[in-house]
């Protein structure tokens, strides 16, 4: 098989070299004439001329009488001129001038006589108050020059021309062809090993955005016979191809091999992550992209390399991106071998604008709907230490990143409503959470990269919460302590208990699966004091290293049966209805420094807190203890 | 008749008074349910919740095998541990993981045996290389917050989330029904004073653009009656009406009381210019706003007026405008009673942005599509000085300002035809042209507000053109004189002749009415000259004070019949077929500073001068004497 080894090529060079090779091939678009009316966002084929002036007729700008200036020549406040009912005419605004006329006098500037006589005061200069033709445009002259996009207002400017149809340039027709034995359509009912296929939705939503036009065909077996009449389909159809999946140089990957044999492989293999096996393809002028199968791979690949493609068809120049300069919260590491895309949120705190790199998995198609903005790391680069200070693309505008409400720490599902709440309150608002654990939360505040952060650290010397931890790593204050809500901390186990654990000592038993939270979660260090206290070995305990990073996803793998038994909080377990044995009662507060406190994020969120809304949003998901929220608890 | 009399309230003030009462009075979207693959850029109406897990089952993350890794522990270079046939599963990428394995190992890991036994070399730590269950979404988490413009990779999120139908807010129903007499339908050969109705399709395009729904209902006559039953459909069939002219306080102007008839008129008569006489009304939760029936005026009562009212049904923020500082390349004068509203166009000169005020006329739409900024006058304030610097909202993104060639000075037809040629030869470069003819030209280079200027300014003493005044102008140089064309100035007539005039001297015979160029521009500068050396009293001749400003214009003057003479090019005769009497070839050429010169916007006009497509160009124009276009002339 052609092409089982991927090449590492520059993402730089392949895209240069494949353009090239498409225009060389003579790809553009061709043209079609549509209804003026029906052209807004289109293209010109051609610079577009006048068909007809606007005004198309000397039009009177005022309300008045339209007069041969000449008549009026020597009126003065003393020496009046009385024009006959022959020698003018009433006009009102837009008015034609009639054609013995040339001048308009306003209304206010005139007597009129019961007889019919007006009397002026003043001469009237020739064309005074007349608009002129052509004063907008001139018959035969240019409207619009070639390639423009028609704004709404040159759908104006082309009716008042008199131009009714116009030249634009066609919109490529884009196939996508899903293909994958285990991909199905969506639904909310999968089986085990059925890959929902919603790429091809992800894509025909991007490729509009483009302004091309998606076919989407039904999805294809891994065989190679169906591949190949999928795709001569698709090429009879359409004037570029999306084949998706199959890119990888895995078992079942005959994409390569099917766009050997109907056309021509430029590249496969290109030295990006994600996205590096994608296949830069052709049939004659025709483009046949390789597409990987994980979503975050297949939106980088089109951004990266299909959009120029769509730039080269319309010959148009891409936007610049926006840039900004923003500190990284993190360290992101990355390989030599690749050029790194990374998502990543931001939020502007205390004045300097934040970066944190979401999950980087391929699959993580959410980390692409939160992301507000991409971190490239070049080739060659091992990646960036935390505090550097590193450019980012904006994938939104960026004045919205000053009414986002930073939250890094602990994670709660209230958060997420707390989110939608604020959204509602003001709609200018929005809010970033990441999950990093108590501690990390903490450490975010002292470093200035978060507005607030959710914290539930139990100090085992007092048995109070936060307050020592912040006394520790705030000895000079400047931090407020925010009340939040008291939260049921228990085991989550499998509905019905089948396992017969009724604490924590039965976890070391065998056979049993435990699931555990991150260090630095506070559930994380309630779970290992509480072991410590009654004197269990963590090593005996079957998964204590699997760590997941929310409540919801430790619950999340004991309803599907991967583990037995989770540490986590009530409405976690309620929401998957699990079993749960309480085991503490604990006090879930947000830590605010005193620069966040005065901005307008924080102030709307402490109205969240106090309002009946966020009470009746805790009911809903029940185990909390809600006495007065978004109260000052302690000041640092 | 109520509101005979307009008020003169504050834009915000009308603005805010009209949405509180239309959210009083309950507007707001109504949701329905949509597939979520058609569901990109609608607004989500509430929270969405997940359905399933995403990944919904254990998943391989690598090729390889999957084990229970309990079974591997102890496993070392020097004590291998090997596996039954029956104590693992072979697994590629995104295959499940089985039931009873926990951990996978990647293929290059392992040795396999004929006898279907595989032996590994290292201990597999449980759920190593396995995408765990929500390890993208858990089932239950909120996917998306309420109110939020649901994005490609959203929709990849929601069907990963098995949420397959989405309940999104509605997109306003707008009606919108053109009313006058004199309106009609869009036509390339209107009668004189009919007034072609284009307002509706900008109206239409401009409400897709803001995700509403227009309906544009036939044209009504200025008839109560009519006008009552047009709005009474539309009120019984739309969310929101538009009401289009009829709104000033004319002899034909109902709208106001047949607003008040079947609902209530809140305001008739902002402080704005362009927009006063717009009507805020409303039936019930109904918004109802009568827009002024002039194109520009229009534009900007929608803008300021009625994308509020959508962003207020949606329950949402507008976008911030995106401002910029830029000097001001004219004075701009306005009255103290109104904020103002100036369309711009801006260009990048030597750093500096220069914002160029653009014909204010009410009915010029064509300045808002050439303007790439919008400058507010506030009430009160009678203007800016030129070279003030002013605050800019921005209609294009920044970044092509940097592209965008700068000429400003004397107008010549070909300008269009090179904007035309430097965007095809340049996709990401556009040209901006302002025409304040030779002087006005040679001014702007001398303030560094324009890259390019054309001039042809003939110096009476020497015969010469330009150089005389480009030594007076620019004593210390730093300027170059480059190349364009020859040009043949002469006497435009009407065809035929019909007038009998055989030259200048005829302009002054009873009955000739002329049309002139503006002061300062080359054209008029020859025109006084040619008189002056002739001994013409220019007092004498009808017209010689009715100025316009581009040669295009003259002649449209002349073809219309509103004049019988005027000096002009040949091109501009052409067009318009109209009789010629050459009086002299002229050069016409380009002055460009030093500091312009190395531009790559202006080396790429020198290429584009040089080429055949511009000789192609010029040849279909006519009348022009192509040597060396490009080619410098002289350096000063």
Known sequence: ???????????DEARSNYLTKLTDNGMRAGTETVPVQEAAGRITAHAVYAHISAPHYPASAMDGI????????GATETTPVTLAEDQYTVVDTGDPVPEAC?????????????????????????????RQIGEDICAGEMVLPSHMRITPA????????????????????????????????????????DIIEFNSSIFSAMLREWDAEPVTYPIV???????????????????????????????????????????EVVTHGIAIKPGKPAILGL????????????????????????????????????AKPVTVKATLSRAVLSGLKYREFVRVRLGRVGGKLMASPLNRGSGVVTSFM???????????????????????????????????????????????????????????????????????GIMAVKRGETHIAGTHLLDEATGRYNTAFINRYFPDGGVRLVECVGRTQGLMIQKGNP?????????????????NRQKGSGTRVLMDYLCKRDGIDTDAIYGYDREEFTHMSVAVQIASDTADAGMGIWSAAKTYDLDFLPVCMEQYDLLISDEAWETPVVRTLIEVLKSDAFRERLEALGGYEVKNPGTVREKF
């Open 1 to 11: 098989m052609a092409f089982q080894f991927l090449t590492n090529i520059d993402l």
């Open 66 to 73: 339209a007069v041969l200036a000449k008549d009026t020549f």
């Open 102 to 130: 040339d001048a308009v006098i306003m209304v206010e500037d005139i007597v009129n006589h019961e007889d019919g006589t007006v009397t002026v005061y003043a001469p009237a200069a020739p064309w005074q108050h007349v």
């Open 154 to 193: 040159a759908i104006g400017a082309l009716l008042a021309a008199g131009v009714l149809q116009v030249e634009v340039l066609k919109k490529p027709v884009v196939g996508i062809i899903p293909t994958g034995d285990e991909i199905v359509a969506p639904t909310a009912d999968p089986k085990p090993g």
């Open 221 to 263: 077996k891994d065989k190679k016979a169906d591949i190949r009449a999928a795709l001569e389909k698709a090429l009879a159809q359409c004037d570029m191809v999306l084949l998706n999946a199959g890119s990888s140089a895995g078992r079942e990957d005959f994409s390569t091999e099917m766009i050997g044999e109907l056309g």
């Open 283 to 318: 049939a004659g002028a025709k483009p046949i992209l390789g597409v990987p199968g994980y979503p975050v791979s297949g939106i980088i690949v089109l951004e990266q390399l299909f959009k120029p493609v769509i730039d080269a068809w319309y010959a148009s120049a891409a």
């Open 370 to 440: 939160k992301a507000d903005g991409l971190l490239e790391i070049p080739q060659g680069l091992e990646g960036y230490e935390a505090g550097a200070e590193v450019e980012i693309t904006l994938l939104r505008p960026e004045s919205e990143l000053d009414n986002v409400l930073v939250a890094i720490g602990s994670h709660d599902p209230l958060l997420d409503e707390v989110a939608d709440l604020l959204h509602l309150a003001d709609p200018s608002m929005f809010m970033s959470s990441t999950h990093v654990g108590s501690m990390g």
């Open 499 to 515: 396992r017969g654990i009724t604490g924590i000592a039965d976890l070391t038993k065998d056979g049993i699966r435990y699931v």
